[in-house]
């Protein structure tokens, strides 16, 4: 009896993880959707400021804090720390989370598109070098 309970952990816990893995978003694959950000937004050693912020270290920061870069006032207002699921809201549809942003990319509608691009992201630390 021992046995099968001991075998019924085993299996629960190991579907919990891979239930969890299957929800975590893929940095290789978030590069690539990344693509599509790059015209405005710079990541990575050396990343400058551009028509968007650069997005070192965006994990943790408060939204419309980027030094140097000139953010509207609804973006700087927002009241926003940049967590998974914040992105995740605001990267679907921007102008619907932050009305006024200057931001003009339509959005990313695929769910995974912003597991995935979240994941690309949030690898990269203040200093742009990879975690």
Same mark, same amino acid.
């Given at each position: 009896?021992?046995?099968? *309970? +001991? +075998?019924?952990?085993? !299996?629960?816990?190991?579907?919990?993880?891979?239930?969890?893995?299957?929800f975590a978003g893929?940095?290789?694959?978030?590069? @690539?959707?990344?693509?599509k950000c790059k !015209?405005?937004?710079?990541i990575g050693e &050396? !990343?400058?400021?551009?028509? &968007?912020?650069?997005?070192?270290?965006?994990?943790?920061?408060?939204?419309?804090?980027?030094? %140097? #870069?000139? #953010? *509207?006032?609804?973006?700087?207002?927002?009241?926003?720390?940049?967590?998974?699921?914040?992105?995740?809201?605001?990267? @679907?549809?921007?102008? !619907?989370?932050? &009305?006024?942003?200057?931001?003009?990319?339509? &959005?990313?509608?695929?769910?995974?598109?912003?597991?995935?691009?979240?994941? #690309?992201?949030?690898?990269? %630390?203040?200093?742009?070098? @990879?975690?």
């Amino acid at each position: 009896m021992k046995s099968i *309970s +001991l +075998l019924t952990l085993v !299996a629960s816990v190991a579907l919990a993880v891979s239930a969890g893995n299957a929800f975590a978003g893929d940095a290789a694959a978030g590069e @690539k959707v990344f693509a599509k950000c790059k !015209a405005c937004h710079q990541i990575g050693e &050396g !990343a400058k400021n551009a028509v &968007g912020p650069n997005l070192n270290g965006v994990s943790g920061r408060k939204a419309g804090s980027v030094e %140097g #870069y000139n #953010y *509207s006032e609804p973006m700087k207002n927002s009241g926003l720390t940049w967590d998974e699921a914040t992105f995740k809201e605001f990267i @679907k549809n921007p102008k !619907a989370k932050v &009305g006024g942003t200057k931001m003009i990319f339509q &959005g990313l509608a695929a769910d995974k598109d912003g597991d995935d691009v979240w994941a #690309y992201l949030s690898s990269f %630390g203040a200093d742009g070098k @990879k975690k």
